[in-house]
């Protein structure tokens, strides 16, 4: 079956860093698209970045361009996203998603917060 397991969350101070994984198992990594949403408290789930099945192309959320990067190895059935210059803003569960033949595979998330 399907499992995606993100990893890597944690408390940080504004300003330092993360990597995100979310290491995928149970269908062909490599044909499909991954993406990274994340949920504020009190606020709808939205789409921080995607990136293309082979790594070519990726699409960020404006809030995070030029300090989140999204990149895959599928050697290893993971995708990561590399968070630099947090903001308490950016304070979320964060989840990786899959689609497969029109149906949405979820992680459970990781907690991120960016606070002093």
């Known amino acids: 079956q399907v499992q995606l397991v993100e990893s890597g969350g944690g408390l940080v101070q504004p300003g330092g860093s993360l990597r995100l994984s979310c290491a995928a198992s149970?269908?062909?990594?490599?044909?499909?698209?991954m993406h990274w949403y994340r949920q504020a408290p009190g606020k709808e789930r939205e789409l921080v970045a995607n990136i293309h099945s082979l790594g070519v192309n990726t699409n960020y959320a404006d809030s995070v361009k030029g300090r989140f990067t999204i990149s895959r190895d599928n050697a290893k059935n993971t995708v990561y996203l590399q968070m630099n210059s947090l903001k308490p803003e950016d304070t979320a569960v964060y989840y990786c998603?899959?689609?497969?033949?029109?149906?949405?595979?979820w992680g459970q998330g990781t907690q991120v917060t960016v606070s002093s």
């Open positions: 998603k899959a689609v497969i033949w029109g149906r949405e595979y």
């Open positions: 149970g269908f062909t990594f490599s044909n499909y698209a």
